[in-house]
């Protein structure tokens, strides 16, 4: 039987727009789409977004949540905060984007497909349960984790973030839940601020949470070691039902937005160590939601190289990688604070 994989596109989510000039503007969604294109297959199946339900956007965030980004929405344009803007109909692109995430991660829980990648905006992982920043306004991820806990009956999930800055939303919304495992790779020191090392979860959460704070400058090389030496370890402990990863592109080396070097190669590798664990671990189950990215080479590059691994019948993870000075204290350091959570973290 073929492997199939969903993807999600609208032109209904370009017309969520800030002021000119604005970094997450409509036209990333022209990059991402001619990629798609470009691996055309009849394995490649594009299928329809739906606004997300009431019920699935409560789960994550309050009435009140929805209330004042609907607000905001009519007095457009209008501004939540020093980078996060509303178009007439950004709430109502906002629930296309939160309902296309949870559709997508619902078919692939069912086996309608093997995986599935969301090609949406606005973006999401910013979005803390009661504040919309970064971009963000529902968080997309966030809303399809709880979709497949309430109506698909997966009890452990790995949200896996390599978007370059990192997910304080997401971080916020899981870090007292021992059931939804947050691994994020980010820029560090970077927007928002958050990602530390030591911030680990709390209540029963704490050990479910996992940064990977990284300097500026780092490329494929060091993407691909820490998703090795400290991803598969930490999963291969933790053992999901099934893989989100929020995937944004920004740290790409074209990015405007970030300092990092990593090339639309890397992303294929990145995304080829997480194929492997969800093929290991998950029958292959493996959701990707846009999340950042902003340079249009670097978001048509890594998504070709993505929806590679995803598409590929027989995947191969990269070879391991070299020992890497740089990272020996980064890896070390998140040994320190994990090593009990996950047995096998080890230096590079």
């Known amino acids: 039987m073929p492997r199939r994989v969903a993807v999600i596109e609208d032109s209904r989510y370009r017309e969520h727009s800030g002021p000119a000039g604005h970094p997450e503007r409509p036209e990333r969604l022209s990059a991402v789409s001619e990629a798609i294109a470009s691996r055309a297959c009849a394995e490649l199946v594009h299928c329809s977004p739906r606004e997300a339900t009431s019920d699935e956007i409560l789960r994550v965030h309050p009435a009140e949540h929805g209330e004042l980004l609907r607000a905001a929405a009519r007095r457009a344009p209008s501004q939540l905060d020093a980078d996060t803007f509303m178009a007439p109909r950004s709430e109502e692109i906002a629930r296309l984007a939160a309902g296309a995430s949870a559709e997508l991660a619902l078919r692939v829980a069912a086996g309608d497909f093997a995986a599935g990648f969301a090609a949406v905006r606005p973006p999401g992982h910013h979005a803390e349960t009661r504040r919309a920043m970064g971009f963000c306004l529902y968080n997309n991820a966030a809303i399809a984790v709880r979709a497949l806990q309430a109506e698909a009956g997966v009890e452990r999930v790995l949200l896996f973030d390599w978007d370059v800055h990192h997910g304080n939303g997401s971080q916020q919304v899981f870090e007292a839940d021992p059931s939804v495992l947050y691994v994020s790779l980010h820029q560090w020191p970077h927007y928002p601020g958050s990602g530390d090392f030591g911030e680990r979860g709390r209540d029963a959460g704490t050990g479910a949470t996992l940064n990977v704070p990284l300097p500026a ?3 494929d090389a060091e993407y691909l070691a820490v998703s090795q030496r400290l991803l598969v370890p ?29 090339t639309g190669a890397g992303f294929g590798a990145m995304a080829r160590v997480v194929r492997a664990l969800a093929d290991v671990h998950c029958g292959g189950r493996l959701i990707v939601v846009l999340e950042g990215g902003y340079a249009l080479t670097g978001l048509r590059e890594s998504t070709a190289a993505l929806l590679d691994a995803l598409l590929s019948d027989h995947v191969r993870p990269p070879a391991d990688a070299r020992p890497h000075p740089l990272l020996d204290d980064i890896v070390d350091r998140v040994s320190a604070v994990h090593g009990r959570d996950f047995p096998g973290l080890a230096r590079l």
């Open 234 to 262: 930490a999963v291969e402990a933790f053992r999901p039902e099934i893989v989100i990863v929020s995937s944004g592109f920004d740290a790409h080396r074209d990015d405007p937005l970030a300092s990092m070097q990593v």
């Open 217 to 219: 400058g780092c490329g």
